[in-house]
């Protein structure tokens, strides 16, 4: 191998092509057949963008990392490391992914350390070898390949601190701890009270359930009105220039999802936003051989980082989040499904938003429908994805009330996140409770008038297996945020404890009690016994009539001016469906409810890839 203190005549004249002078950290390439053209189209993009020119010329795709990398490491004068490592036990893997250097074992022979230099450490090891210093007893691989040896290495502590790190920070905040005693002694209480009213005054039990689930629908239904009626779509920020926007890091978890991930990776690289800021993870299960042999085939650039998700349980979406999170180096994130298409613009619109307003901590998204059409399932489903995030959330956000996230397009700052504790591994619908731990610990979520395309089931299988995940979740989530009432009310305030209360009981309570009660009222009104109820449980009736229409009004009226905003045909007509929608929804919650007690972490799948539509992929904008 050259050594360092001899470069040839080429290497000495490498650092200008013409009258123009380049960067130290792509200079040299030029002795290892990387052509004139592409490095300077690099040293202008990391001008224009201002950004280290490696990351310019890598996230770009004008070299492959491997090959950047094993010429650095020949023009250092250092080994280009392969195969395994055994690094020292002590190392902290989160920090030696972040800092690029990693110490090898004290037992080891040969070099001391790995490193995978970016920008400035570059620059430096560059810098001491033109000006002749020997070479450091390092060992150079790329940031993949380091970040992939790291997990390998440290397999066991990344795979428990994925699964419970916010467990280890505060028990009371995971699903994986259960109910609590006092939330058992509740519930035995109320089975117990239950039960004695049945048998001894079941007039009584049936009065005061009614009078219990009258006051959460209507403080639902107050809820929703006020949200809908309060929903705006926020202005634009003003702009940043491409120098001023921050690193992004865009994680997808993938598992499963051979079909799709080829049109996810057309939506990423769609993105305007300047390719050596952005920071792309793809979370895979190590079993996914189709997932992973589907990526590999794409040779992807090097801002696609590919993370191999270390085995461990529990096996969720928020389990993979968490480990990408380790390894994320961005300022702000945003998490998409496999499946998504993300508006070109959508990072600069969020990056624009949280430079205005310090105070927002996070955004949600517009989540919409690219299969409406499928079938009624498909349509219905759009309808209320069309409510919730075009009117209830931006609603809710108007108020400053808590806001149960979507599951992608998601969007925080990253220290932000990091104080929350991340995602809950344990719990299955982790975005309604990381919405609601938002507002525990004081963080801000906004909305972003910016859309998502998704793919929504259009299957009744596929449709009830992720509902009843859905519902789980949020049976979860109320375990979690009722274990200590005092303290939930205290850090969010009577208003928004309130609020949240409502929305997460309402989901659980509402999808198991609301059908039957009206079911049961309808009876009394219309079964062959009718006359023999008294005058108080007609009045009874009435009041779950009222409430019945009412609520039916508040998903109705959204969801037309929703749908109506959107130019969606036929809506009128589907909405002739809802109650057979959601007696869909009333049974997949009672089936959550089984689910939650016979297995609590199971992630059922949804299968993506399967939409009748097929929607030409918008690309405009894109910035090269």
Known sequence: MRGVTDPPAADRRENAIGSETLPIEIAFLRSYGVPDPIRSRAAESARSHDTGADAALLGEGGISAERFYRALADRLGLTYHTGEADFDRLLVPETAVHSGFARFAANSSGPRALVAPRGAVLSFLLQAAEEGRPPPPISICSPQRYGALIRARFAVRIARDAADGLGDSDPSLTANSGLGAAQIIVCAYAAVAAVGCWLFAPSLGRALISIFLWLLFASGILLRSAAVVASENPAAAAPLSDAELPVYTVIAPLHREARVVGKLIRALDALNYPRAKLDIKLVVERGDAETLSAIAALRLPARYDIIVAPPGAPRTKPRAL???????????????????????????????????????????????????????????????????????????????????????????????????????????????????????????????????????????????????????????????????????????????????????????????????????????????????????????????????????????????????????????????????????????????LFDLAIRPFHWGKTDHGRMHAKPALRTRGATR
């Open 322 to 592: 968490n480990i990408a999170l380790a390894a994320s180096r961005g300022e702000l994130l945003v998490v998409y499904d496999a499946e998504d298409e993300p508006a070109p613009d959508q990072l600069r619109l969020a990056a624009a938003r949280f430079a205005a307003d310090a105070s927002i901590d996070a955004l949600q998204g517009r989540l919409t429908i690219a299969n409406a059409s499928d079938s009624w399932l498909s349509q219905l489903f759009a309808i209320e994805y069309s409510a919730l995030f075009d009117l209830v959330n931006p609603g809710l956000a108007a108020l400053d009330l808590p806001i149960a996230l979507g599951g992608t397009s998601n969007h925080f700052r990253m220290t932000t996140l990091r104080r929350v504790g991340g995602w809950d591994a344990w719990n299955v619908t982790e975005d309604a409770d990381l919405g609601v731990r938002l507002a525990r610990f004081g963080a801000r979520v906004g909305a972003l008038a910016s859309d998502t395309s998704e793919e929504a089931p259009n299957t009744l299988g596929n449709w009830f297996r992720q509902r009843v995940r859905w519902q789980k979740g949020w049976m979860q989530t109320l375990i979690v945020h009722s274990r200590q009432p005092r303290r939930f009310a205290r850090e969010l305030g009577a208003v928004r404890a309130l609020s949240a209360a409502v929305l997460i009981a309402g989901t659980v309570i509402g999808g198991l009690f609301g059908t039957p009660l009206l079911l049961d009222a309808l009876w009394r009104a219309f079964g062959e016994e009718a006359a023999a109820y008294g005058p108080l449980a007609r009045a009874g009736d009435v009041v779950t009539y009222i409430l019945a229409l009412a609520g039916f009004q508040t998903l109705a009226i959204p969801a037309l001016v929703a749908m109506r905003r959107r130019s969606m045909k036929g809506a009128s007509a589907a909405l002739l469906k809802m109650p057979a929608y959601y007696g869909l929804v009333w049974i997949a919650t009672w089936v959550a």
